[in-house]
């Protein structure tokens, strides 16, 4: 074991373009680190096998559901590839898409950001708009699906209005965010779209499960907490930071967030940086989405946010390629048990047991999910926003079932190389990752290119 002194600009690949603002930063402070004689970070010839191809294995509902389950799954699924418009729907003032699956569509509706943006090619803003956008770099066509925070703020800005689209009332005129000076600020960063697959088994895993895995003795200075609901103070699991409780809040927020369309449980519109936009840009009144009390159906009456959490409840957890040391390949199986030995499983729990649930197909299940549900200190890849008690730095443990067919890693999408999202996650030594990928530097190639094969496998 020696001591060496690496200068932070070294610890990531530079010749790549989503790094550049990072390393603007790093490359100001040098860290001491101990580690072994290996190279700092995996070496030439390794390749990210990229995205799996074959059956999506995903987008189905979980086996063992009633029959009346299913309808509202089915349902659920209809409501969540609707798109919204301005007449009918409420779309807006002020938007990021136009539908639910648009966001989460990879490999299969409920997943995340497809390769081709349709933010950019959807036709779904006015085109001086997304011109704005384009010009600026802030989206791309072949690029993820984003939404832009402000760090100064915390929240969400969207991107886009409903002047010029068909059916916007002729009096509202409002614009966009000035995108410009707060990307010349540094005040600006990005989040994608996170899957849902599975999500009704986290939905149902018990406070217990989550707080023993957190109090266990953990190695490689990996840390780690809960975030919690300010009102009850239950765990909270979904988004980025694990800062929504339920599906239920997930879809509401969203829908209003990402959309536009307010909602029974968001019921104001949003305006744009806390001021109202006019109430002629209000095409049908508030909340646009509501029980509807008359319905002669059953699932007629449900609201969309109810049946977007139906759908994303029912949603069952992605299927890997093969089953390790089952029918994996010699590769796949020994990748497995490294991902274990370098401490990745640290963070990434391979899997955690629901609790009883009254929908049978969700009791007492495993949930093979890779994560803890916890929220870390990444420390230079945090992004300056606090959500709950997750800090500025910190970030839920991404769960990384479905791994192998996503395109866009990281909570900004920055990249679609698996080998640069794991650099990313020990930028400083500030980083809870930090040990834990020195280890998986210290591996060989062959062995490093073998925990590549594994997770492109889940």
Same mark, same amino acid.
């Given at each position: 074991m020696r001591i060496r002194i690496i200068n932070a600009c070294l610890c990531v690949r530079c010749s790549a373009r989503w790094l550049f603002p990072v390393i603007a930063m790093a490359c100001f402070a040098s860290i001491a680190v101990a580690q072994t004689a290996a190279p700092d970070f995996p070496q030439q010839g390794l390749k990210d096998p990229g995205v799996r191809g074959g059956a999506a294995g995903a987008g189905g509902s979980f086996s063992g559901l009633t029959a009346n389950q299913l309808e509202y799954f089915t349902d659920g699924q209809v409501r969540f590839q609707e798109i919204d418009n301005v007449p009918n729907n409420g779309l807006g003032p002020r938007f990021n898409l136009n539908q639910c699956s648009g966001c989460h569509a990879q490999p299969a509706v409920g997943g995340s950001s497809p390769k081709s943006n349709p933010q950019v090619n959807g036709n779904v803003a006015p085109a001086n708009q997304v011109n704005n956008l384009v010009s600026l770099h802030l989206i791309d066509a072949n690029g993820p699906i984003r939404e832009i925070r402000f760090p100064s703020d915390g929240g969400v800005h969207d991107l886009f209005t409903i002047t010029g689209l068909p059916g916007a009332p002729a009096g509202c005129q409002i614009s966009q965010p000035n995108f410009a000076q707060h990307l010349s600020q540094g005040d600006l960063i990005f989040r994608i779209p996170t899957p849902t697959f599975g999500a009704g088994l986290i939905e149902a895993i018990a406070d217990e499960t989550i707080l023993a895995n957190q109090n266990a003795t953990k190695p490689f200075g990996i840390t780690g907490h809960v975030n919690r609901n300010g009102n009850d103070g239950t765990i909270t699991r979904f988004g980025w930071k694990a800062q929504n409780k339920s599906l239920q809040i997930f879809s509401g927020e969203a829908y209003n967030v990402e959309m536009g369309i307010s909602n029974e449980l968001?019921?104001?519109?949003?305006?744009e940086a806390g001021t109202p936009d006019p109430a002629v840009c209000r095409t049908i009144a508030t909340p646009n989405d509501k029980t509807n009390f008359d319905s002669t159906t059953t699932t007629g009456v449900l609201n969309d946010v109810s049946g977007f959490s139906d759908f994303m409840r029912f949603l069952d957890q992605p299927a890997p390629a093969c089953q390790v040391n089952v029918n994996c390949s010699n590769s796949i199986n020994r990748g497995s048990a490294l991902f274990q030995q370098v401490g990745c499983a640290t963070c990434h729990t391979p899997s955690m047991q629901s609790d009883? &649930?009254?929908?049978?197909? $969700?009791?007492?299940?495993?949930?093979?999910?890779?994560?803890?549900?916890?929220? &870390?200190?990444?420390?230079? $890849?945090?992004?300056?926003?606090?959500?709950g008690s997750a800090g500025p730095n910190e970030f839920r443990t991404a769960p990384l079932w479905g791994l192998g067919q996503r395109v866009y890693f990281l909570h900004d999408g920055r990249t679609s190389d698996l080998l640069q999202a794991i650099d990313a996650h020990a930028l400083t030594g500030q980083s809870e990752a930090f040990q834990v990928i020195q280890n998986f530097n210290a591996l060989n190639n062959p062995q490093q290119q073998d925990i590549l094969s594994f997770l492109r496998s889940l």
């Amino acid at each position: 074991m020696r001591i060496r002194i690496i200068n932070a600009c070294l610890c990531v690949r530079c010749s790549a373009r989503w790094l550049f603002p990072v390393i603007a930063m790093a490359c100001f402070a040098s860290i001491a680190v101990a580690q072994t004689a290996a190279p700092d970070f995996p070496q030439q010839g390794l390749k990210d096998p990229g995205v799996r191809g074959g059956a999506a294995g995903a987008g189905g509902s979980f086996s063992g559901l009633t029959a009346n389950q299913l309808e509202y799954f089915t349902d659920g699924q209809v409501r969540f590839q609707e798109i919204d418009n301005v007449p009918n729907n409420g779309l807006g003032p002020r938007f990021n898409l136009n539908q639910c699956s648009g966001c989460h569509a990879q490999p299969a509706v409920g997943g995340s950001s497809p390769k081709s943006n349709p933010q950019v090619n959807g036709n779904v803003a006015p085109a001086n708009q997304v011109n704005n956008l384009v010009s600026l770099h802030l989206i791309d066509a072949n690029g993820p699906i984003r939404e832009i925070r402000f760090p100064s703020d915390g929240g969400v800005h969207d991107l886009f209005t409903i002047t010029g689209l068909p059916g916007a009332p002729a009096g509202c005129q409002i614009s966009q965010p000035n995108f410009a000076q707060h990307l010349s600020q540094g005040d600006l960063i990005f989040r994608i779209p996170t899957p849902t697959f599975g999500a009704g088994l986290i939905e149902a895993i018990a406070d217990e499960t989550i707080l023993a895995n957190q109090n266990a003795t953990k190695p490689f200075g990996i840390t780690g907490h809960v975030n919690r609901n300010g009102n009850d103070g239950t765990i909270t699991r979904f988004g980025w930071k694990a800062q929504n409780k339920s599906l239920q809040i997930f879809s509401g927020e969203a829908y209003n967030v990402e959309m536009g369309i307010s909602n029974e449980l968001f019921q104001q519109e949003r305006g744009e940086a806390g001021t109202p936009d006019p109430a002629v840009c209000r095409t049908i009144a508030t909340p646009n989405d509501k029980t509807n009390f008359d319905s002669t159906t059953t699932t007629g009456v449900l609201n969309d946010v109810s049946g977007f959490s139906d759908f994303m409840r029912f949603l069952d957890q992605p299927a890997p390629a093969c089953q390790v040391n089952v029918n994996c390949s010699n590769s796949i199986n020994r990748g497995s048990a490294l991902f274990q030995q370098v401490g990745c499983a640290t963070c990434h729990t391979p899997s955690m047991q629901s609790d009883t &649930h009254p929908v049978a197909a $969700l009791s007492n299940q495993t949930a093979n999910l890779f994560s803890d549900l916890l929220v &870390h200190n990444m420390g230079q $890849l945090g992004d300056g926003v606090t959500q709950g008690s997750a800090g500025p730095n910190e970030f839920r443990t991404a769960p990384l079932w479905g791994l192998g067919q996503r395109v866009y890693f990281l909570h900004d999408g920055r990249t679609s190389d698996l080998l640069q999202a794991i650099d990313a996650h020990a930028l400083t030594g500030q980083s809870e990752a930090f040990q834990v990928i020195q280890n998986f530097n210290a591996l060989n190639n062959p062995q490093q290119q073998d925990i590549l094969s594994f997770l492109r496998s889940l």
